[in-house]
């Protein structure tokens, strides 16, 4: 496990750093949630383009640190001091990227939840034409998620091919019609994402959840870099195994899904309640005075 301790000569340089005693406290426009395991030499680049594309706006970045042993949890102990949107949370025990989400998104104070994959293959300003997407797509009060469609792939062949069955299988069993669920960069109001069901590998299956709940899925392209260090947390032959045990779980999880409908709370309708308030007082009047009345004709006699 590594040292929890910063070297001093480890320098860090950010895109317009501020004091950390000028924490953001006020209410956020978006949260990017950033599971890493491992990650390290990925961190503070990735941080400072996160940091230009919501210039301007009330963010947070919330990177979950899912037990790495490498120099992660340094970087970024020594960028946490400079970057007051940066919130670093530790998972003690390995418990995978669902996790790893999961535990940002409940620690999460934005309206707007963006998830980045932190190995450095995302590019944080294509949140700007998600959140645009998502934007024009809830016009009509519907609950949206945009989710990005890699449009040149930067990996290698065996996990292209590996990719490619993955999806047969999630459109063939699950009618997962959008072109590429296992995108990492995706944007969802806080709101829906709370209302999805959480287990292992949730992530991979998002765009199904979202319509199992009644939203919409938007697919918008993004780009897609080569990773430039460190090495992939999947192997082959455990993605494809894993995601058919998975799909069939999904299966039966969507099979049980809630009825979906708009919900709408029944009020009096304002004349009315007002009509029914003096008639109620009128009434309550005229039995208070017959009262006194024979109070007094009482005391008389």
Same mark, same amino acid.
């Given at each position: ?26 209410? $956020? ?12 030499g990925?961190i ?7 940091c ?16 790495? *042993? ?9 960028i946490?001091? *400079? ?6 949370l ?10 790893a ?10 309206? @707007?939840?963006g998830?980045?994959?932190?190995d ?16 024009d ?11 990005g ?5 930067? *990996?290698?062949?065996?996990? $292209?091919?590996a ?6 299988i999630r ?8 072109p ?8 969802? +109001?806080?709101?829906?994402?709370? !209302?999805? #069901?959480?287990?292992?590998h ?7 959840l979202v319509?199992?709940?009644g939203g919409i899925?938007i697919?918008v #392209?993004?780009a897609?870099?080569?990773r ?12 494809? @195994? ?15 899904? #809630? ?9 009096? +309708? ?30 008389? !006699?």
């Amino acid at each position: 496990m590594a040292s929890s301790s910063v070297s001093k000569s480890f320098k860090v340089s950010v895109a317009n750093p501020v004091s950390a005693k000028k924490r953001v406290t006020k209410v $956020l426009d978006i949260s990017i949630l950033v599971p890493v395991m491992n990650e390290a030499g990925n961190i503070r680049p990735l941080i400072d383009e996160i940091c230009t594309a919501m210039a301007g706006r009330q963010f947070e970045i919330i990177y979950v640190d899912d037990a790495s *042993d490498d120099a992660t949890a340094e970087e970024l102990l020594a960028i946490l001091g *400079d970057v007051p949107q940066l919130r670093v949370l530790r998972h003690t025990k390995r418990a995978g990227q669902s996790a790893a989400i999961r535990s940002g998104l409940l620690q999460a104070k934005g309206t @707007l939840i963006g998830i980045l994959d932190g190995d450095g293959q995302n590019v944080p300003t294509d949140f700007q034409g998600l959140e645009a997407a998502m934007t024009d797509a809830s016009k009509d009060g519907v609950m949206v998620m945009a989710a990005g469609i890699r449009q040149r792939r930067n *990996d290698s062949p065996m996990r $292209l091919l590996a990719s490619r069955g993955a999806k047969w299988i999630r459109t063939s069993l699950l009618g997962d019609t959008h072109p590429d669920s296992g995108c990492g960069i995706k944007i969802l +109001p806080r709101d829906l994402f709370m !209302q999805l #069901p959480f287990f292992n590998h949730m992530h991979r299956f998002m765009p199904s959840l979202v319509r199992r709940h009644g939203g919409i899925v938007i697919g918008v #392209p993004v780009a897609h870099r080569p990773r430039i260090v460190g090495a992939s947390k999947y192997r082959i032959l455990d993605r494809l @195994l894993v995601g058919v045990s998975d799909v069939i779980g999904v299966i039966w999880l969507l099979r049980r899904g #809630p009825a979906q409908g708009d919900v709408a709370e029944v009020m009096l +309708p304002k004349t009315g309640h007002r009509s029914i308030a003096k008639k109620v007082g009128k009434d309550a009047s005229k039995r208070l005075s017959k009262r006194v009345l024979k109070g007094l004709k009482d005391v008389a !006699q």
